[in-house]
Nanobody, 122 residues
Framework: EVQLQASGGGSVQAGGSLRLSCAAS????????IGWFRQAPGKEREGVSC????????YYADSVKGRFTASSDNAKNTVYLQMNSLKPEDTAVYYC???????????????WGQGTLVTVSS
């Protein structure tokens, strides 16, 4: 059974940084690409990143490119999202997800768990 648990959210001022972690179980990163998406209150889900299981390349949404960095520790089956230069519009619940893919510029995800709330104040 695929299980994912994100943690590390919190409140930060604009311009600050946070690092999210995600403990994964029930699969390995060779099985599925893994990434992050977010959902802000009253808004649709937005894909943030996806790390390819085949070559480790990472796709980022334009809205976070240059500010967010996704990484994985295969030995620990843990995924991270380093978020720098945070903006109020980054406020959302962040979810880590497995079996992600980029299709015509849109990130899609197969499995996800409970998210973690990130609040950025101006």
């Amino acid at each position: 059974e695929v299980q994912l648990q994100a943690s590390g959210g919190g409140s930060v001022q604009a311009g600050g940084s946070l690092r999210l972690s995600c403990a994964a179980s029930g699969f390995t990163f060779d099985d599925y690409a893994i990434g992050w998406f977010r959902q802000a209150p009253g808004k649709e889900r937005e894909g943030v990143s996806c790390i390819s299981s085949s070559d480790g390349s990472t796709y980022y949404a334009d809205s976070v490119k240059g500010r967010f960095t996704a990484s994985s520790d295969n030995a620990k089956n843990t995924v991270y999202l380093q978020m720098n230069s945070l903006k109020p519009e980054d406020t959302a619940v962040y979810y880590c997800a497995a079996d992600c893919d980029e299709v015509r510029g849109i990130l899609i995800y197969g499995y996800w768990g409970q998210g973690t709330l990130v609040t950025v104040s101006s």
